[in-house]
């Protein structure tokens, strides 16, 4: 697994490879000449993106390039239907963006959860990936678990550098804690995690038990004493 960090708000991009020479692209982001760069390290790799997974339906979660090439860009039912609805919405809040990619700014389909209500088991050429889907942070929110490595990829939470974001819903708190009752098991056996902005961690347990101190905080009306820096 490789994990590059773009400039704005510390934001990862992760590529999981496959023993193969694919690789699977978790949220790349975020400026065009970075993901331009993720590109030319691909290249000079020897690898070839299989797949792409986009955690959530937030417009730097998004993103894509030609480059990384015409191959299925999955995402839970939630994320899916949010990204075709609102992508004139998405694209204004991006911003100014060049116009040949902006037809790719949410262009991904739906994973369908395992028949027996198991979580749903990412369809790529690569190493199992897991989907663990939950309403944390936002509606479909998606976190992605490689059991043989242990790595959790937690999307836009268990960050060491952004407190927790309840966003949208009728009651974005409760939300927020039963996301994190659902990561639970997998933080317990996470060898790492990784956030969707900041750093990769061995710290998942510490990191989830922080976020609940916050979120516990904010049910209760109080304002959370926390050193993290929101960057958006």
């Known amino acids: 697994m490789l994990v590059a960090t773009g400039r704005r708000d510390t934001t990862t991009s992760t590529v999981v490879v496959s023993p193969g020479g694919g690789c699977l692209l978790v949220d790349p982001a975020w400026e065009v000449d970075e993901l331009e760069a993720l590109a030319d390290d691909l290249d000079d790799l020897g690898l070839r993106p299989a797949a792409g997974l986009s955690t959530h339906a937030h417009f730097d979660h998004l993103l894509w390039h030609h480059r990384f090439g015409d191959v299925p860009r999955w995402a839970s039912a939630e994320t899916a239907r949010r990204a075709a609805a609102g992508q004139d919405a998405i694209l204004d809040e991006l911003g100014p963006w060049r116009v040949d990619l902006q037809a790719l700014v949410g262009r991904v389909r739906a994973v369908e959860p395992g028949a027996d209500g198991s979580a749903a088991i990412l369809p790529w050429p690569g190493p199992r990936v897991e989907l663990l889907v939950h309403d944390g942070h936002i509606p479909g929110h998606t976190a992605a678990w490689l059991p043989e490595q242990r790595i959790l990829l937690a ?39 990784v956030p969707g902005h900041g750093h990769p961690g061995q710290d998942a347990a510490a990191r989830l038990a922080h976020d609940r101190r916050f979120v516990e905080a904010l049910a209760a009306g109080r304002t959370p004493d926390d050193p993290c820096v929101t960057v958006g």
């Open 155 to 193: 999307g836009d939470m268990l960050s060491d550098v952004e407190p927790p974001l309840p966003e949208d819903g009728p009651d974005p708190v409760a939300a927020y804690a039963r996301g994190l009752d659902a990561l639970e098991p997998l933080v317990r056996r996470a060898a790492w995690v």
